[in-house]
């Protein structure tokens, strides 16, 4: 009668379903996270700071920084011109160009980075336009501006279907009344737009920027002129077997993702949610 008793119990029925989703937590996530946070105690508490104390690191963590935030500020830009433009006119085909813009969702992070090569690469189409024009052949894939091209093609389908959503979903009353009260084009952008689009570009912004600290596939394809952090996270522990500086590195990458990530959802709305 106790084990029926306790077998109907609702409290016992969840936890009996909680338990496969305990335990693939404790051993997919918070095993592997406790390994690499305990990894570069290994070398001693100061391979914890190396990104702060060794130039190198330093280097490759400022520019993955630069690149991400320079990559963010130019997709929030284009992502909300056009994302804008296609949710406010109606035009033969809108659904079409909305497809093919997001069309690079599909690819992975090499293929992109194959796409940059093919443009900007030593047999691409700029070097054999350069070598036909100037006897010259100009390539720019292996280094920041591939990178930055590849980044910002990876990133502006998100940030396009984001901002063509969220324009859809503005409250067009306000926008109505401003003009009717003689606002101008600029005014109504400014006093309409940005207020009601700013939770959108916080959280899109957000992802952007986490999206571009933690892409390898691109970088792995072009990133040889410009080290950035995933690609020295990943010659740490492969071609260099050391284990507990690439962790220290990993933590180091996960951190300024997460502040950023934290910051969006104190001050905004749950990048995750949007």
Not at 62 to 87: E, F, H
Not at 163 to 192: F, H, I, K
Not at 210 to 225: E, H, I, N, P, V
Not at 242 to 269: E, H, K, M
Request: charged content about 10%.
């Amino acid at each position: 009668m106790a084990s029926a008793s306790s077998a109907s119990n609702p409290r016992w029925r969840l936890l009996a379903c909680a338990a496969p989703a305990a335990a693939f937590f404790a051993a997919f996530w918070l095993l592997p996270v406790a390994r690499l946070l305990a990894l570069p105690a290994d070398k001693g508490l100061a391979t914890y700071f190396a990104v702060l104390t060794d130039a190198r690191y330093l280097q490759s963590m400022l520019n993955t920084v630069a690149l991400s935030v320079a990559v963010t500020l130019a997709t929030l830009v284009i992502g909300a011109a056009v994302g804008i433009y296609l949710a406010r006119h109606a035009f033969a085909g809108r659904r079409m160009l909305l497809s093919l813009l997001t069309l690079p969702l599909s690819f992975p992070g090499v293929i992109i980075g194959f796409f940059v090569i093919l443009l900007g690469g030593r047999q691409g189409v700029v070097a054999d336009l350069g070598d036909s024009l100037f006897g010259q052949r100009i390539t720019f894939a292996y280094g920041l501006a591939g990178l930055f091209l590849a980044y910002l093609y990876f990133s502006l389908p998100r940030a396009i279907a984001t901002y063509a959503a969220a324009a859809e979903a503005m409250n067009l009353q306000l926008e109505e009344a401003a003009r009717s009260l003689g606002a101008s084009r600029l005014r109504v952008a400014r006093d309409v737009w940005l207020p009601e689009l700013a939770p959108t570009t916080l959280a899109c912004g957000a992802i952007l920027f986490a999206t571009s600290m933690g892409a390898f596939g691109t970088a792995f394809t072009l990133a040889s002129k410009f080290e950035v952090i995933p690609i020295t996270i990943y010659n740490e522990f492969t071609n260099y077997a050391n284990f507990a500086l690439a962790a220290s590195l990993s933590i180091a990458l996960g951190v300024v993702t997460w502040l950023v990530l934290f910051v969006a959802r104190r001050f905004g709305a749950n990048p995750v949610a949007r």
